[in-house]
């Protein structure tokens, strides 16, 4: 748990959304959900021949079920990665869909709630409430989540992570909300904090199970998701040639390796300088392919042009953030303000600037 002078940290990672990655390209058909073994491929019968000796009968008998055995084994290997793209389309949209909001609240609270752990001394001043966390956001990750697990086969650890961490997100989500009402309604002000006092212990405990599950959940998503996402890269690669598509996935795989990378205190500054400039080179390398769209009017480079300027903004907010931390440039007193908050993000160089651009770089790639 971060903790800072009793009020909670900001997470560096807390928000940074995760990429979706569709279905292998090479899969021309979309299956059915694995929820039951696949149909033997039946086999096919051939006009009578002309009956051949004991052995070679046996010997095709014997070959023709290793046949079988590798076509059943084929479809249940498919059956098994349609299973794994399903269950984590679900998870990643989920975790979309409610991760930052729950953050987002619990910031906001703890920007008034000067000691988080202790919670309202009733004497403060000011007083924010808390952000309110959409049922129908929380409804939906439900209901996908729900439906992923029921997917066969299990695909755990995967699937244990995430029944952990939806649980906890419906609980912290209802002690938010429960909070959210009473401070948005002005209660406090006639029971003199009273009830925000007994409700705060209880969003407390749920935070404390809530993070823990959040980073796990994150991280078990991030681990995942490179590795289909390098096995797609090289599979669009060798089918396709570098494509607009190509270039978009490669964009997004370099920006989560330097964020990863440069929101740390301390790093290898030209190492990461090196790492934004690749990725401003595949920009690059992306312009003419745009260019080629636009000449057949073809409207879709619209949503490709969209993606190379925020990636463009991104390069600029990754540079800004390696130049600050490699020349030691301090934080103004007004920008100080600002860290650890909901406005971080517009403070040049600090971390909340450079995920606002990420997440917005992947909110473009995931509308492609």
Same mark, same amino acid.
């Given at each position: 748990?971060?903790?800072?002078? #009793?009020?909670?940290?900001?997470?560096?990672?807390? $928000?940074?959304?995760? $990429?979706?990655?569709?279905?292998?390209?090479?899969?021309?058909?979309?299956?059915?959900?694995?929820?039951?073994? =696949?149909?033997?491929? =039946?086999?096919?019968?051939?006009?009578?021949?002309?009956?051949? =000796?004991?052995?070679?009968?046996?010997?095709?008998?014997?070959?023709?079920?290793?046949?079988?055995? +590798?076509?059943?084994?084929?479809?249940?290997?498919?059956?098994?990665?349609?299973?794994?793209?399903?269950?984590?389309?679900?998870?990643?949209?989920?975790?979309?869909?409610?991760?930052?909001?729950?953050?987002?609240?619990?910031?906001?609270?703890?920007?008034?709630?000067?000691?988080?752990?202790?919670? =309202?001394? *009733?004497?403060?001043?000011?007083?924010?409430?808390?952000?309110?966390?959409?049922?129908?956001?929380?409804?939906?990750?439900?209901? #996908?989540?729900?439906?992923?697990?029921?997917?066969?086969?299990?695909?755990?650890?995967?699937?244990? $992570?995430?029944?952990?961490?939806?649980?906890?997100?419906?609980?912290?989500? &209802?002690?938010?909300?429960?909070?959210?009402?009473?401070?948005?309604? *002005?209660?406090? &002000?006639?029971?003199?904090?009273?009830? #925000?006092?007994?409700?705060?212990?209880?969003?407390?405990?749920?935070?404390?199970?809530?993070?823990?599950?959040?980073?796990?959940?994150?991280?078990?998503?991030?681990?995942?998701?490179?590795?289909?996402?390098?096995?797609?890269?090289?599979?669009?690669?060798?089918?396709?040639?570098?494509?607009?598509?190509?270039?978009?996935?490669?964009?997004?795989?370099?920006?989560?390796?330097?964020?990863?990378?440069?929101?740390?205190?301390?790093?290898?500054?030209?190492?990461?300088?090196?790492?934004?400039?690749?990725?401003?080179?595949?920009?690059?390398?992306?312009?003419?392919?745009?260019?080629?769209?636009?000449?057949?009017?073809?409207?879709?480079?619209?949503?490709?042009?969209?993606?190379?300027?925020? +990636?463009?903004?991104?390069?600029?907010?990754?540079?800004?953030? $390696?130049?600050?931390?490699?020349?030691?440039?301090?934080?103004?007193?007004?920008?100080?303000?600002?860290? #650890?908050?909901? *406005?971080?993000?517009?403070?040049?160089?600090?971390? *909340?600037?450079?995920?606002?651009?990420?997440?917005?770089?992947?909110?473009?790639?995931?509308?492609?």
């Amino acid at each position: 748990m971060d903790f800072k002078n #009793g009020s909670v940290a900001w997470k560096k990672g807390a $928000i940074a959304l995760c $990429i979706a990655l569709a279905l292998s390209a090479c899969d021309n058909k979309k299956e059915e959900p694995s929820s039951s073994a =696949p149909t033997p491929t =039946p086999v096919q019968s051939t006009p009578q021949q002309a009956e051949k =000796p004991n052995g070679e009968n046996a010997q095709d008998d014997a070959k023709a079920k290793a046949e079988e055995a +590798a076509k059943q084994a084929e479809a249940e290997k498919q059956n098994a990665e349609q299973a794994v793209a399903e269950k984590m389309q679900a998870y990643i949209q989920c975790y979309n869909s409610i991760d930052s909001s729950i953050h987002d609240s619990i910031n906001r609270y703890s920007s008034w709630v000067k000691d988080f752990e202790k919670g =309202p001394t *009733g004497k403060e001043s000011t007083v924010y409430g808390l952000y309110a966390i959409h049922q129908n956001s929380t409804d939906s990750c439900q209901r #996908g989540v729900t439906k992923a697990l029921d997917i066969k086969p299990a695909f755990n650890p995967m699937d244990e $992570i995430a029944a952990s961490y939806l649980a906890a997100a419906e609980k912290v989500s &209802t002690e938010i909300n429960a909070l959210n009402r009473y401070y948005d309604q *002005g209660d406090y &002000t006639d029971d003199k904090f009273a009830k #925000g006092k007994e409700l705060h212990p209880k969003l407390l405990a749920a935070y404390k199970a809530f993070e823990p599950a959040s980073k796990a959940f994150s991280q078990a998503i991030s681990e995942i998701n490179d590795e289909r996402q390098k096995a797609h890269l090289k599979a669009m690669e060798e089918s396709e040639g570098k494509t607009l598509s190509y270039y978009s996935l490669a964009i997004m795989m370099d920006a989560k390796s330097i964020n990863r990378m440069i929101e740390e205190d301390t790093f290898d500054a030209e190492k990461s300088l090196a790492m934004v400039s690749e990725l401003q080179n595949k920009i690059e390398s992306s312009r003419p392919l745009i260019e080629e769209r636009k000449k057949a009017n073809d409207t879709s480079y619209i949503s490709y042009d969209s993606l190379l300027r925020q +990636a463009d903004s991104y390069a600029k907010a990754a540079k800004e953030r $390696i130049r600050r931390v490699r020349d030691k440039e301090p934080y103004s007193r007004g920008e100080q303000m600002n860290l #650890g908050t909901s *406005g971080e993000w517009m403070v040049n160089g600090s971390v *909340g600037k450079l995920i606002k651009e990420y997440n917005s770089l992947v909110g473009d790639y995931n509308r492609l």
